[in-house]
């Protein structure tokens, strides 16, 4: 199974997209700042990340 990494600090945001991805079949991990996307980043070797630019602590374009 693929693994998505959610990025978002908006909790709406990265519940509607996690429900999306695992109706089609993805798992899912999440994030809600740059710190723990790196830290999951390492954990959960997304095969794709879905970033939000605007983050608390490290914003998006730091964590790429």
Request: cysteine-free; charged content about 30%.
């Amino acid at each position: 199974m693929k693994t998505v990494l959610v990025v978002d600090d908006e909790p709406k945001i990265v519940q509607l997209t996690r429900d999306y991805l695992e109706h089609a079949g993805f798992r899912v991990a999440s994030a809600s700042d740059g710190k723990e996307a790196l830290a999951s980043f390492r954990r959960d070797a997304p095969d794709l990340v879905v970033l939000d630019l605007g983050l608390p602590t490290l914003d998006g374009l730091d964590v790429a």
